[in-house]
């Protein structure tokens, strides 16, 4: 497979010019500079510097002319000893002023560059596949000429819940988790905007409508949340349960059970809270099973996942318990 940074040409290294491209270091041929791959290679090996240093300035968004020039709205201009500029001083900062605040371009470019280092940082946080970042940027830039004017946290965030709906189980975040991660980097979004803007943009024709998300999607994920448990560590030592063995039958289980599960049952549900019941329900067919204890209980099971303990209790009595009954019977 082709390195990202061997020349396609030639097979020459790719090499960072003075001038801030990318440049083949044998035949000179250079490369677009928009690569979310070559600013991670930046940050593998130049970890204290932003990789959007880099860049040319023209593609890192940020304003070429450096300092702000004079007070906001102020047009004016004197010098250091309080003097007022001649007329054509005046009307030269006049100038650059309006192009400092005002030029629409670079406020386009500063969204976008401030998007992608939001984007890249809610990633790492929910611990998402790293093309989910370049997946969810394709769609801001769809999202920004359908609504220009919105904020670019907001755009962000429905780029993201778009992306990873489009990945499926490859990406299984919920709308709560993507607004409680931008929470942490101080930004405060309403779950409520964020799917007003996915559906507005759908509806639009611009993108795709993404599949619904399916409660299997979240069952590996969960999973694994649950074998992090301290206390569920716990009670399986004490049940004399191996940890690997046991959990790749729960999801294999947990799976069975959704799959037996009629339609009808388990239409209108939140697919989040009706996967961490079929969880719970696995475990009690396992128990069931080898004869022993359950060592998921509800209480382990909401505080670990943020789920209502009486939501599991109501999804294992009304849609799971029929089927794991069943299911019992059948192994």
Not at 218 to 224: A, L, R, T
């Amino acid at each position: 497979m082709e390195s990202p940074f061997t020349c396609s040409e030639c097979g020459g290294r790719i090499v960072v010019a003075p001038s801030g491209e990318r440049v083949c270091s044998s035949c000179g041929l250079v490369y677009p500079q928009d690569n979310l791959e070559f600013l991670e290679y930046v940050e593998r090996y130049h970890g204290d510097v932003d990789p959007e240093s880099f860049l040319p300035m023209s593609v890192r968004g940020q304003n070429p002319l450096g300092t702000l020039i004079g007070l906001p709205g102020k047009f004016f201009f004197t010098d250091a000893s309080g003097r007022k500029l001649n007329p054509r001083l005046q009307a030269l900062f006049r100038r650059l002023k309006v192009l400092h605040e005002y030029s629409p371009g670079l406020a386009k470019l500063e969204g976008r560059r401030r998007a992608l280092r939001l984007l890249r940082k809610v990633v790492e946080i929910l611990k998402l596949p790293p093309e989910i970042c370049q997946d969810a940027l394709k769609i801001y830039d769809q999202l920004l000429g359908i609504m220009p004017s919105t904020n670019y946290v907001i755009l962000t965030a429905t780029s993201l819940l778009l992306a990873c709906r489009i990945k499926g189980s490859k990406a299984p975040v919920t709308l709560q988790e993507i607004a409680e991660a931008l929470q942490v980097l101080g930004h405060r979004v309403a779950p409520r905007t964020i799917v007003k803007m996915a559906a507005f943009a759908v509806s639009h024709g611009k993108i795709s409508a993404p599949n619904m998300r399916r409660s299997e999607d979240y069952i590996d994920k969960m999973v694994k949340q649950l074998a992090e448990a301290p206390m569920l560590l716990l009670r399986m030592s004490k049940a004399g349960v191996k940890s690997r063995g046991y959990l790749d039958e729960l999801k294999k289980i947990a799976l069975q059970l959704l799959a037996k599960t009629p339609e009808r049952a388990k239409s209108g549900k939140n697919p989040y809270t009706l996967a961490a019941s079929a969880i719970y329900a696995a475990d009690r067919v396992l128990a069931q099973r080898e004869n022993r204890e359950p060592v998921i209980t509800q209480a382990l099971l909401s505080k670990t996942l943020k789920i209502a303990e009486y939501t599991v209790r109501e999804h294992w009595v009304k849609i799971f318990s029929h089927t794991a009954s069943e299911l019992v019977e059948d192994l």
